[in-house]
């Protein structure tokens, strides 16, 4: 018998089986669900940037109309605000910063469920301020997620694989008709190995069709460029992964209930025994709290603000040495103010260490939760993908330095015009729009 009559032969008694064809069509149908999700989170993120920027754009140009109407100094509009003072024309100054989603997202949302996707920034932002509001906000929401299709292949698919190859061997052997089959097939094993490798190609060919799917409906939005070739990949040698584990379990085991039994225990074992093992001893081994050390920094913060003079100065001139330079410094008060405003920058140095830290330490974790790889596929794939999709810690992490690349750019600015003396015009306003940009 070829394997083409084993598959023929498959194929009818799989259309034969109800629950294999409902477990199928559960899974087509949460795919779907998953993939949609994902296309309407990419939609709402791309609508919101284009909202935020819209706004922006309008208030840079009212900004600009009042400069010219001479609307921005404090004897205008009498208050202690003077928008044409560098500290609070920066602090007004409309600008974001985004984490535009990839079309590949359709595949895997991954953090972009944790991690905010736009920023507003000043110099006394931080590149967690978002996620701690999230995280503050709505931690069910954060622990259930947004079910993807990453979720399904990851998750539902090693149980579809269960349910369509739990029963191949064992019904032939309890019927007693295994002698009869052996006698029309080249060996026993190799009537097994192409009874599975059915349901494996099954499974792939929907798998693929699906992944077709998904970007096919991302084109229409956008482009989605090379990555469903990966996505492909990826899915194959998840498949086979499960397909070689259920094979080797059918082929040492007789009867019905020991392979349903192992079959369950290896699901059990590799999607939610070890991943949790392994976060376990992440947890003891790395106990990095960043709300704590971030609400830390807020305390150091107020402390500044309550220094002297003098030593704010000391501070501020090893961050700054050039102040010394500065064409204010023979006018005490203005000194006086300048030092004043000019606190956000050490409060920006202590959050910069802050978060170095806490960057290392997740670094740490990240390679920690590595070394488990080879028994921890679930977490393996679900990185890959995520990578894939522009979704993974990695992306959110230069996300986060961008951000702070431009806080850098705006204390830097902010030292450089109070320092000077400078007061901000609409040339300078025209100027900070060039400045405060990210070179990619």
Not at 101 to 111: D, L, R
Not at 309 to 317: F, G, T, W, Y
Not at 378 to 396: A, G, K, M, P, W
């Amino acid at each position: 018998m070829t394997i083409i009559n084993i598959f023929l032969l498959e194929w009818k008694h799989f259309i034969r089986s109800p629950y294999k064809v409902i477990a199928i069509l559960l899974f087509i149908l949460a795919s779907v669900y998953g993939i949609h999700n994902s296309v309407s989170l990419y939609q709402t993120q791309i609508n919101e940037i284009a909202k935020i920027e819209e706004r922006l754009s309008e208030e840079r140009q009212e900004f600009i109309k009042k400069h010219l109407a001479g609307e921005l100094s404090t004897n205008q509009n009498n208050n202690s605000r003077d928008y044409t003072s560098p500290y609070w024309a920066l602090r007004q100054f409309p600008l974001y910063h985004f984490k535009k989603p990839s079309p590949s997202m359709v595949f895997s949302i991954g953090q972009s469920e944790q991690y905010g996707f736009y920023k507003r920034i000043t110099f006394n932002s931080s590149p967690y301020d978002n996620d701690l509001s999230e995280e503050i906000a709505n931690p069910e929401r954060l622990q259930i997620g947004t079910f993807d299709f990453s979720f399904a292949l990851l998750f539902l698919l090693p149980l579809v694989l269960m349910i369509l190859a739990f029963n191949i061997k064992s019904n032939e052997i309890e019927q007693g008709f295994m002698s009869l089959i052996e006698v029309q097939v080249l060996s026993k094993n190799s009537w097994i190995v192409s009874r599975v490798g059915f349901y494996s190609f099954l499974a792939l060919l929907i798998s693929y069709g699906l992944i077709l799917y998904g970007s096919l409906l991302m084109t229409s939005l956008q482009p989605i460029k090379t990555a469903m070739v990966p996505m492909m990949l990826y899915t194959f040698f998840y498949i086979l992964f499960w397909s070689t584990l259920f094979l080797f379990i059918i082929i040492k085991n007789k009867n019905l209930l020991s392979i349903i039994l192992k079959m369950s225990f290896s699901f059990i074992l590799f999607v939610f025994v070890t991943p949790g093992i392994v976060h376990q001893l992440l947890s003891i081994n790395y106990p990095v709290n960043l709300m704590t050390d971030l609400i830390d920094v807020r305390d150091q913060r107020q402390e500044l603000y309550g220094k002297p003079h003098d030593a704010i100065n000391s501070q501020l001139k090893i961050i700054y040495p050039q102040i010394e330079n500065g064409s204010i410094m023979n006018d005490s008060l203005k000194v006086k103010a300048a030092l004043s405003q000019s606190i956000p920058a050490l409060v920006n140095s202590l959050k910069k260490n802050k978060i170095g830290i806490v960057e290392n330490e997740i670094q740490s974790k990240i390679e920690f939760v590595n070394k488990f790889n080879i028994i921890n596929p679930i977490v393996f794939f679900q990185n890959r993908i995520n990578f894939l999709s522009e979704t993974h810690y990695d992306n959110y992490k230069a996300y986060r330095n961008d951000i702070q690349t431009l806080i850098d750019k705006q204390i830097d600015v902010l030292i450089e015009d109070l320092w000077s003396g400078r007061k901000v015009d609409e040339n300078r306003y025209a100027e900070y729009l060039k400045i405060f940009t990210i070179n990619k």
